[in-house]
Structure formats: structure tokens, C-alpha cells
């Protein structure tokens, strides 16, 4: 069974940064894009950046320069620092991947975590 396990939320004051970690587990036979998104009180979730397995990365304009996205393919874990933080950061955080596994033939899901709050006060 595949999990994704996301840590590193929490409260922190305007300016400040916090590292998310988002860990896939299970019997995985291929990842290619791993992502980040965000859903705040009554908004729509919003993509905030994904990185493929060769490196490319994309950002939502909203956050470029201030936030950045890695990944240690080894170990199946993606990444996001958050720097420069501001109260409209505030939302739950979603860790996403499409993910590929083999039994007795392929399958292609899309895997979410369960979420972490970051909450950043002004």
C-alpha cells in the first residue's frame, strides 16, 4: 500500500520559514512529478510547486523566490523550504504524486498525503 507522509507544519510568525517533508512509502515501482499544494479556509486547493525525477521544477507566481522545491529520489521524499513567510501562506498543505505501481501489470494512481496546517501570524 502506498502512503505519502507529510511533516513539518506548524505556527510560525510573519517573515519567518518552516521545511515541509512529504516521504512516499510502499511498494513503488516509478515516480515521476511530486508536488506541493495548499488549500486555505474556503479557497480552491492551488498548486504550489512539483518537480520532476530530471529536476524541473515550476512555482506558482505567488510564491517564486521565496519558496523552493527538492527531492532525494533515493529515499522517495520531496521537499519544500519556505522562506520569507506571510499571513496569506496560511492553508494546509498537500503532498501529490502520480505514482506507478506493478503487481501483476501496471497501475497509475494519484496519491495525496493527508495534509499539514501551516498557520503564519501577522
Known amino acids: 500500500q502506498v502512503r505519502l507522509v507529510e511533516s513539518g507544519g506548524g505556527l510560525v510568525q510573519a517573515g519567518g520559514s518552516l521545511r515541509l517533508s512529504c516521504a512516499v512509502s510502499?511498494?513503488?515501482?516509478?515516480?515521476?512529478?511530486m508536488g506541493w499544494y495548499r488549500q486555505a479556509p474556503g479557497k480552491q486547493r492551488e498548486l504550489v510547486a512539483t518537480?520532476?525525477?530530471?529536476?524541473?521544477?515550476n512555482y506558482a507566481d505567488s510564491v517564486k523566490g521565496r519558496f523552493t522545491i527538492s527531492r532525494d529520489n533515493a529515499k522517495n521524499t520531496v521537499y519544500l523550504q519556505m522562506n520569507s513567510l506571510k499571513p496569506e501562506d496560511t492553508a494546509v498543505y498537500y503532498c501529490n504524486a502520480p505514482i506507478i505501481t506493478f503487481d501483476d501489470d501496471y497501475h497509475l494512481q494519484d496519491y495525496w498525503g493527508q495534509g499539514t496546517q501551516v498557520t503564519v501570524s501577522s
Open positions: 518537480i520532476t525525477s530530471g529536476g524541473n521544477i
Open positions: 510502499g511498494s513503488i515501482f516509478s515516480i515521476n512529478t
